[in-house]
């Protein structure tokens, strides 16, 4: 939810930053530089009858009541003002951000798009991320020309939800979660495949705590030339969730209680797994996991993805794997479904392969399981590799490993 910056703050704190702020009538906006693709990127330019939003940007809207977005003098990168989001509660996953859509065309198919922006962490708890992706998308083309919400321009078209056209086909996140930082540049980078029509920054937080944003950009490049992959080689990072767990997505639906966090107490090898837990909450079923995104240079490949999984007292969800690619031609494909795990079950290896369309610009390897759901779910040594070319005969499955114990 929307909120002023001045909302929550302590009475000192107030006067200051109403002092502050008032000190001096807002300057004209500064006009982009050349090739600069968003409007308004310092945050300089105000919204019209507006007391402190920024022309051109969006907040994401939920009905909770913890989250703070504001635009103020008080730190600041470049020019006279930042924006900033602070959030007080996690038990809800709720991914906070501000944004922007800019519509592009085919003088952006086959370039890069390069986000960067300038960010500030105070008391993060969680994580903060950027991100940028590409999209195939008619209704919000036209949403954003003719200024209209996004059902309202669905139903001008003609196109039900059901028929609706979209397909994602670019796809970055950069997470950071440092506790406390001065101003860092962050990066985040897609190519642009061809009919891609519109493409949306965000940048925002997961957790809690604030993070400031100033002097964005998004810019078209020559694209950088990706490597075929190496046959047999694991190409996840992190795979066995060694680390602070930022090379992982974790999809998550706004259900109180749902977490998934790095746990070093059960593992598989190594030192940690990743550890998913919710409270039987939520509507309707929806997939969560942790997740990573692959390129084009993965089309016309056939791909396996394996990981180790246990589950404890898992009742109502249940616990898979599964590879995913976005294609122009065939929209979504997904491999073979293998078997559901459920109730209680030792570390067991699963793996699924799938033949990645030629024209195919994302793939996705999950791993997932579906909520509500009462129990836990671990994964650990999870591993992505080419097989050979799409359409290859099925390379056997690995044998599995001698389970461990819990350490």
């Known amino acids: 939810m929307s909120r002023s910056p001045y909302a929550s ?112 962490t105070t008391g993060l708890q969680g994580r903060a991320y950027i991100l940028l992706h590409a999209y195939r998308d008619t209704v919000g083309k036209m949403a954003k020309v003719w200024k209209l919400p996004r059902e309202v321009a669905s139903r001008q078209l003609g196109i039900n939800k059901l028929d609706d056209p979209l397909i994602e086909l670019g796809w970055k996140r950069v997470y950071f979660s440092e506790p406390e930082t001065d101003w860092v540049r962050r990066e985040a980078r897609v190519f642009v495949p061809p009919s891609t029509n519109i493409v949306y920054v965000r940048a925002g937080i997961v957790g809690t705590g604030q993070v400031i944003f100033d002097d964005a950009s998004l810019r078209l490049e020559a694209a950088r030339p990706l490597p075929p ?7 996840l990072p992190d795979p066995g969730f060694e680390g602070d767990g930022n090379q992982w997505e974790y999809s998550m639906p706004p259900y109180a209680g749902q977490r998934i966090e790095r746990d070093t107490s059960v593992f598989h090898s190594g030192r940690a797994s990743v550890h998913y837990m919710n409270q039987a909450e939520g509507l309707i079923q929806a997939r969560v996991g942790a997740c990573q995104v692959f390129g084009r240079n993965l089309a016309g490949k056939r791909v396996r993805l394996t990981a180790w999984l246990k589950t404890d007292s898992l009742v109502q969800g249940s616990a898979w794997i599964r590879l995913y690619a976005n294609s122009l031609s065939r929209r979504m494909v997904q491999s073979e479904p293998g078997p559901n795990y459920s109730l209680d079950t030792d570390w067991t290896q699963l793996a699924v392969e799938l033949d990645v369309p030629p024209d195919a610009y994302l793939v996705w390897a999950w791993l997932a399981y579906s909520v509500p759901a009462h129990g836990d779910v671990y994964y650990d040594d999870a591993s992505l590799e080419v097989l050979g070319p799409a359409g290859a005969r099925a390379a056997p499955t690995p044998a599995a490993n001698a389970k461990r114990s819990d350490r």
Do not use: C
């Open 9 to 120: 703050a302590a009475p000192g704190l107030l006067a200051l930053t109403l002092a502050l702020a008032g000190a001096t009538s807002p300057a004209a906006a500064a006009p982009a530089p050349s090739g600069e693709l968003l409007e308004n990127p310092g945050f300089e330019e105000p919204l019209e009858n507006h007391p402190w939003m920024p022309a051109h940007w969006d907040t994401s809207l939920t009905d909770l009541q913890t989250v703070f977005f504001g635009r103020d003098t008080l730190l600041v990168h470049g020019g006279r003002y930042a924006v900033s989001v602070a959030n007080t509660d996690a038990n809800v996953p709720v991914w906070h951000n501000w944004n922007q859509s800019v519509i592009v065309g085919p003088e952006a198919w086959g370039k890069d798009l390069v986000f960067s922006i300038w960010t500030r």
């Open 229 to 235: 992959p190496p046959l047999r080689t694991n190409l």
